[in-house]
């Protein structure tokens, strides 16, 4: 093997130690390394193979590539970026990681286990929440991840490499992906996608991509590119409130594109896609949980196929305690069961989605924040 081969990655950074990472590449990526270390074509798909379809933890577990790859392959390139540095598990499950990234970085994952049992009573699904970004340029003001503003997007290898450590952590088969950790997905577009082509790409044998589901807040490009694209997988819409004065005010994006040109992108979306939307709707006490806001609701999701899951607000520590964020409570468990109730005669198909590990800091970004804020203060 030629010492001073090339090894040419696009897309993807060296990771601390000057190795490239694997993760995240293609086959036609793989293939341009084997390559450029002279060996067969063939090793690019074994390469392949032991990454994602066999999950292979270390090059020592690539058996059948030959003692000189694997070394070569230890020597110059990476398998792992992200440092698990913590991990919690809440009473009902659900598992919360934070991973440093090679720069120092802290990200969220989360494994939510479906309350819904096989015949083994274990759970139905296994779903990942992914983080696509550190931090998060938007400002929604129920949300911890807002405060740490953006630090900088993540890698497609860095995405995928989040659910190839949870899946080993746990010992459980990942069955559905959620992008709707930290950060905008929309807003890192390219990656975000990248990573959905390796997820789904069937000799990975990962996830198919009916049961993906990329959220948004409202990034109308970026729906309609998802439409004109042909993108397979689901299409999340955070809406959480229905009037732009309140929109507005809750999320600061509704006043680049407001709910109008939101509503279109979904319309323009499901005339291509003929797939149905989903809209999540976190419920506040007194604020978007009257009658008029169910008026409003069965109005908004009439426009196209869709359902709304409504999420109670887990009220969270790290919110910016001015302005609305300082009034935001969550919706008593009478009223919420009324405003599912009374939503679902109005004709809205309603999903409820329970608030999965609210004693860990499950909700989006708690733990990084939490993270940053003791590495800040030194505790
Ligand atoms: S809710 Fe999502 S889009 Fe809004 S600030 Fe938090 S991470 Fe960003």
Redesign the pocket.
Known sequence: MPESSNISLPLLQDDAAGRRPLVGLTLDELSAIVAGLGEPAFRARQINEWLYARRAPSFEAMTSLGRNLRATLEQRTTLRTLALADAQRSEDGTIKFLFRTHDGLNIESVLIPSEARDDQDEPKRQTICVST?V??????K?????SMRLKRNLTAGEIVEQFLQVERYAGEKITNIVY?????PMLNYEQVFRSVAIFTEPANELVAARHITV???GIPSAIRQMADEGQKVKLAV?LHALTNGMRSEL?P?NRRYDLGELMDAVEYYYRKTRQPVTYEYILFDGWNDTDADIKRLAKITRRVPSKVNVIPFHEIEFTDPTGISATLRSTPREKFDLFIRKAREAGVMVMVRSSSGEDIDAA??QLAVKHDATSLTGR
């Open positions: 970004q931090g998060c340029p938007l400002d929604c129920f949300c911890a991840t807002a709707m950790g930290m950060g905008e959220s948004t807040s955070s999320m994006i989006c970004g």
